[in-house]
């Protein structure tokens, strides 16, 4: 029955509570609809960096006095329980010329299995048979074509590929770099394995192997160090939910305003209703009776918008992932169930506190000074 | 059964540039069943009265005593509760709430009580049908008539069977034929369900249902009749 007459109440000031509802949807659908764009930014940056974070580079420790990693510590990482591959790379600083110019550059020892596996071509073919791959940039740079000779260390071989611009990795770069089966690698350098990119059967395992890689190589001493790009990927996630922390403590703000709305709306309403209050205190409500019907209201409105801001800003998360991102598929995972959820509550919390005040100060009025105002 | 008692009762109200004493010294005593009228000039006193028998307010010094409690011992909670179950308010701008239907009035008090619904929806339609306004049941006060709402304010007065109810003015904005519906009704609830009236009026034709009547000057009972 309060219920009902507080809804009453709310009827009787139809503008004043529709504006107050708009005020708190508008919050809410800002709140949950930057949660949710943030979360999908956060998803499609981390989609990227997936299939690198099951990875882990081994390489020697340095501090200890290893410079290479040897062919049994390899052979012993790729015997490990859990590891899907492991990628030996030696590499080198070489003298490389090319046409006029010359320079020192990075030259990689590989399998041609694995290149083929870790990169792709943009012209011509991965063939590392008395031939070699080269980076995009060095091409462009030095203006190097399929079937372009170079010589490294005195050496030559013909270009079989130019590889496709990687954009930026942990492992290796071979955008600036030459690569060469170990065979060639071997013939120009003595330079022994420098790295292992090691793959896990799943992201879960990734600790797993790496301690496996530990105690099995480090052992004695500390002869390698391992390096697992998972920290990166939970550094981005943090790095993220920072910034939609913030963004959404900016939406917030608007929750702020329209909380101000409600209070100034429910204060309104208690003066006017002031003389009423009195008659319902003479006639035997308790102050706490009082204070229940209007926060009622307050709850109500609260509640009316927040549902409201709730279902839209599903279409709101859709329209800013649509227009920023160009792709809707993240609005519907688990996370925005949560950013609903949060945007839900505390546009809520917002008109309770807001009701608060004012449904308090109606319940102070003495019952006298109540009837008597007119 | 004494039911109403003032013992040297004081209201002062202090500003800061003038004292007004509203009750000078005011004892009196109602009987159960007593039908009081209290009339006087204006700003004679009447209202601060009427509001400290309610308690609705707290004498400056004196003792009001309601069933031979006295009132200013008790807490808000309780002053509420002895409004609610033992004093009907009937005002002289009747004071219903606007949102609701004259049914849902008179529901109100029980409400507060917490009397189940659907015995209160039954008293408030037998009070409804008391006062002569069983066909006006889910009409909001705005659709009323004043002598209609003022008949709607007694069946809220009466909703949870009060030993006392307490008139400010109730025929003051009414005209003489809805003044005298409304005054038959105050007055069958005295004799048949000898309920306490105390009544305040500046309308001289009125004395006539009083047992005695009560002449308030300057905050003092001047006199006594009847
Ligand atoms: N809240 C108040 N503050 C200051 N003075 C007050 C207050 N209430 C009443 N008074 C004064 O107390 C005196 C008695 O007032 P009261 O309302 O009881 O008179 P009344 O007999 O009911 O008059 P009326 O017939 O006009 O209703 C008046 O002089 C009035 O001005
Ligand atoms: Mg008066």
Redesign the interface.
């Known amino acids: 029955?309060?219920l009902e007459?507080a809804k009453?109440?709310l009827?009787?000031a139809k503008v004043r509570s529709l504006l107050a509802v708009i005020g708190i949807l508008i919050g809410v659908m800002a709140v949950s609809a930057i949660g949710i764009f943030g979360e999908s930014l956060k998803a499609t940056v981390l989609e990227n960096f997936e299939d690198v974070a099951n990875e882990l580079i081994v390489s020697p420790n340095y501090q200890e006095g290893y410079k290479y990693l040897e062919k049994k510590d390899v052979e012993r990482i790729e015997k490990l329980p859990h590891v899907d591959s492991a990628i030996p790379i030696k590499s080198d600083s070489l003298l490389v010329e090319a046409k006029k110019k010359k320079a020192y550059l990075p030259i990689y020892g590989m399998e041609e299995k694995d290149v083929e596996e870790m990169f792709d071509v943009e012209k011509g073919v991965i063939r590392l048979k008395g031939s070699c791959v080269v980076g995009k940039r060095l091409a462009d740079f030095a203006d190097i074509r399929v079937n372009s000779k170079i010589t490294i260390n005195g050496r030559e071989f013909r270009v079989a590929g130019i590889l496709e611009d990687t954009g930026a990795r942990f492992d290796i770069n071979p955008n600036t770099a030459i690569l060469l089966s170990p065979d060639d690698f071997s013939k120009v350098s003595d330079a022994g394995y420098t790295m292992v990119i090691v793959r896990a059967d799943s992201l879960d395992l990734v600790d797993n192997v790496k301690k496996e890689i530990e105690d099995k190589l480090n052992s004695r001493e500390e002869k390698v160090i391992v390096f697992d790009l998972k920290i990166i990927l939970e550094r981005i996630n943090e790095a993220f939910s920072q910034i939609n922390t913030f963004l959404m403590a900016i939406a917030s703000i608007s929750l702020l305003v329209a909380g101000v709305s409600i209070l100034n709306i429910m204060l309104m309403s208690t003066i006017e209703r002031t003389?009423?209050i009195g008659?319902?205190?003479?006639?035997?409500?308790?102050?706490t009776?009082i204070l229940k019907i209007f926060l009622f209201e307050a709850v109500i409105l609260g509640l009316i918008g927040s549902i409201i801001g709730s279902v839209l800003s599903i279409a709101g998360g859709y329209a800013i992932d649509y227009l920023i991102l160009q792709n809707v598929k993240y609005v519907f995972q688990p996370a925005t169930l949560i950013y609903i959820f949060l945007g839900f509550s505390v546009g809520l919390a917002t008109s309770v506190v807001s009701g608060l005040y004012p449904a308090w100060r109606a319940s102070r009025l003495e019952?006298?000074e109540a009837?008597r105002f007119e | 059964m004494r039911v109403v008692e003032l013992i040297d009762v004081y209201k002062i109200y202090k500003t800061e540039f003038y004292e007004v004493k509203a009750l000078d010294g005011v004892s009196m005593q109602v009987e159960e069943g007593d039908f009081v009228v209290i009339m006087g000039p204006s700003g004679s006193g009447k209202s601060t009265l009427l509001n400290l028998i309610g308690c609705l307010d707290k004498p400056t010094s004196g003792k009001v005593l309601i069933n031979g409690v006295e009132t200013i011992n008790l807490d808000d909670k309780e002053l509420t509760e002895l409004r609610r179950d033992t004093i009907g308010f009937i005002f002289q701008t009747y004071n219903l709430i606007p949102t609701l239907t004259a049914l849902e009035n008179v529901e109100l008090p029980m409400i507060f009580k917490g009397i189940s619904r659907q015995e209160r929806e039954r008293r408030a339609r037998e009070l409804l049908s008391i006062v002569g306004l069983e066909d006006a049941m889910d009409r909001k006060p705005n659709e009323l008539s004043g002598g209609q709402q003022q008949r709607v304010a007694i069946a809220r007065a009466l909703a949870n069977n009060p030993k006392i109810l307490l008139c400010d003015e109730p025929t003051g904005n009414l005209d003489t034929k809805s003044g005298e519906q409304v005054m038959n009704i105050i007055k069958e609830q005295n004799e048949e369900r000898k309920v306490t009236v105390i009544l305040v009026t500046h309308d001289p034709s009125l004395a006539k249902y009083g047992s005695f009547v009560i002449r308030l000057r300057d905050g003092k009972i001047e006199r006594v009749e009847g």
């Open positions: 029955m309060y007459l009453r109440n009827e009787r003389k009423e008659v319902m205190r003479a006639i035997g409500a308790y102050r009776t019952p006298i009837l």
